[in-house]
């Protein structure tokens, strides 16, 4: 039962790390821009991708919290988020090594690939739960 206590707290932790970066996204953009020092990236042209990012990434901690309740249950949506936080690490360092994206960008997502293997060992986990 520990364990499984251990497991909601993360992906509560999980959900209130998205909601927070999607409220800097949605709320205090300059903010945002300026942790990931790109202060001069954000344009006018910008903001409405910045806005649908932010909605996305809401929408996951919204599963992330979902999760939380019975991971065992929504097991299906931890996998989504492990596959969602990879693809988001990678193409972060893909357009740091091919655009000059700043620095500070690729640090934050950083905390992605931590989400997505602490996301992966939950799995692990449950396989061997299983046998």
């Given at each position: ?27 205090v953009p300059e903010f945002f821009f300026n942790i ?66 700043p620095m500070g960008f690729g640090i934050l ?23």
């Open positions: 039962m520990k364990s499984s206590r251990v497991w909601r707290g993360f992906f509560q932790f999980s959900a209130i790390f998205n909601f927070s970066a999607a409220f800097m996204m949605l709320f990931l020092m790109m202060s001069d990236a954000l344009t006018a042209e910008a903001i409405p991708w910045l806005h649908q990012f932010g909605g996305l990434v809401m929408v996951f901690g919204i599963g992330y919290w979902l999760i939380s309740t019975n991971p065992m249950l929504h097991k299906d949506i931890v996998w989504m988020g492990c596959v969602g936080k990879i693809v988001v690490f990678t193409i972060a360092w893909i357009d740091i090594a091919l655009f000059a994206a997502v950083i905390a992605d690939l931590i989400f997505a293997m602490f996301f992966a060992a939950f799995f692990v986990k449950r396989g061997e739960a299983r046998k």
